[in-house]
């Protein structure tokens, strides 16, 4: 058993313990927990095409692509298809505890939709940047393939045909030629949940602000910092995983970017994450006429140059060849990103 393995099977048992459960339920837990790393290593043909359709206003002229996933506008919307690890379904028979069963099926049903969500997650920046548009990431509508053990595995393209056939039956037909976007997010690692987390919190802030609610946004700006400093920062100078400060500096924003970053927190902590114990009914006081706005440029410039350095520090692959051993070999951050239920 590979160490990858027992650390991730360490850390599902230590939530399973939480139950207190007996000597024999728990041993019966562990055992499937092998049989469902085994059985990923077994599926490198079982795969899903996932699609869900963001109501873009009709305002989206342009396609993206990479090699496992796809935009494109159509007659309703833009559809985001992805093709994922077969790990939503086919589980009954294999895991042999109703307990592991449940937990490790509704488990790889989120896996498999973190990594669509991460490709929506280059979508909608896109758009936001190109169209200043923030897209509900949740879609309107949805759809999937599934294909299970084929041999031979149809083809990306041919997975790609079928998936677009049945998305323009229900969504009318696609535009027939829309550009071809340039956006860097088509090879920016949103996999990496430190910069999938952060896209999230950005547009959240985007959101606030077009509702007006300054402070509220500054609370989301302040998360994507904290966010990115989950990233591999061994190599900068200070101290960036605690320190906003040194986080922004290591990505060559300079002193008064340092200082912005940390006037960002100490308006958050007093005023907006925690009951202020003064002057509360004055916070927006603190806000100076363009701070909002200087807070934005800051942290869309720190999301980007952090997603930029990614490659150089990468700490997980965006396009595994095998996705039984990635998800292994990435379990505790792909556990802590996704996993919320309670184990009682």
Not at 179 to 199: E, F, M, Y
Not at 245 to 271: K, P, S
């Amino acid at each position: 058993m590979s160490s990858a393995r027992v650390q991730a099977k360490s850390l599902i048992l230590t939530w399973f313990d939480k139950r207190e459960p007996t000597a024999l339920q728990r041993g019966r837990f562990a055992a499937d927990v092998d049989r469902f790393f085994d059985a990923l290593a077994k599926r490198t043909n079982w795969c899903e095409c996932i699609s869900t359709l963001l109501d873009d206003k009709g305002a989206v002229e342009f396609s993206m692509k990479g090699n496992e996933w796809r935009a494109r506008p159509s007659g309703k919307g833009l559809v985001v298809s992805s093709i994922v690890p077969g790990w939503a379904f086919g589980w009954q028979g294999t895991l042999k505890d109703d307990v592991a069963s449940d937990a490790l099926g509704w488990f790889g049903h989120y896996a498999r939709q973190y990594i669509h969500r991460s490709n929506i997650a280059k979508v909608i920046m896109a758009v936001w940047e190109r169209n200043g548009l923030v897209l509900q990431p949740f879609g309107i509508g949805g759809a999937y393939q599934r294909y299970s053990d084929a041999w031979p595995r149809p083809s990306n393209r041919e997975i790609f045909a079928r998936a677009e056939r049945s998305c323009a039956d229900m969504w009318c037909t696609y535009s027939a030629t829309p550009r071809d976007s340039r956006s860097k997010w088509v090879s920016r690692n949103t996999l990496d949940p430190a910069i999938h987390q952060g896209v999230f919190h950005f547009l959240r802030a985007q959101s606030l602000m077009s509702a007006e609610f300054e402070l509220e946004a500054l609370v989301a700006y302040d998360c994507v910092l904290h966010a990115l400093q989950y990233l591999d920062w061994n190599w900068a100078p200070g101290n960036p995983k605690r320190n906003r400060r040194d986080l922004v500096q290591a990505l060559g924003l300079g002193q008064n970017a340092g200082d912005l970053a940390e006037r960002i927190y100490f308006l958050r902590n007093q005023f907006v994450a925690h009951a202020g114990g003064w002057r509360w009914w004055d916070a927006a006081e603190y806000l100076e006429d363009d701070f909002n706005a200087d807070a934005n440029r800051l942290v869309s410039r720190t999301l980007r140059k952090a997603a930029d350095i990614e490659p150089q520090h990468r700490r997980i692959d965006p396009a595994p060849a095998d996705w039984g051993l990635w998800l292994e070999e990435n379990f505790t951050q792909i556990w802590s990103a996704v996993w919320f239920r309670d184990s009682q």
